[in-house]
């Protein structure tokens, strides 16, 4: 599979989850005009799913043990999502805006 094919594949996938999600939420009475905007674009979403996908990465967890442990020096955790995400980006240039809009929910102390 090519990389063009499998960001479309993916892009795909998340706008199947969106679509489930938000005619979820419409059964459960809640209003689209006050929980869209809340909601992550595709490419978002797409982000999402390649960040979870590398938490189960064999060469990724040590380090997110280290940086979300208790005695982790402050920040190690936003420097951990930063890596992580900015590996992302490198790997999908399409996706570098959309990473960057999630690396700005991630609270930094560094």
């Known amino acids: 599979m090519t990389h063009a094919t499998m960001l479309e594949n993916l892009r795909q996938d998340a ?3 969106l679509s489930a ?16 905007p809340d909601l992550p674009s595709v490419d978002e ?7 979870e996908e590398r938490l189960h990465d064999e060469r990724w967890i ?11 020096r402050e920040g190690a ?26 690396l700005d929910r991630v609270p930094s102390a560094w």
Do not use: N
């Not at 999600?21 to 869209?36: A, N, S, T, Y």
């Not at 979403?45 to 960040?51: D, F, G, I, K, N």
């Open 21 to 36: 999600l938000i005619e979820l939420r419409c059964r459960l009475g809640e209003d689209p005009w006050v929980f869209l």
């Open 62 to 72: 040590p380090a997110r043990a280290r940086a979300y442990h208790p005695a982790a």
């Open 15 to 17: 706008r199947d989850e």
């Open 77 to 102: 955790a936003a420097k951990f999502e930063f890596d992580l995400l900015r590996e992302i980006a490198l790997e999908h240039p399409e996706l570098s805006s959309a990473v960057w809009k999630v």
């Open 45 to 51: 979403q797409v982000v999402a799913t390649l960040r």
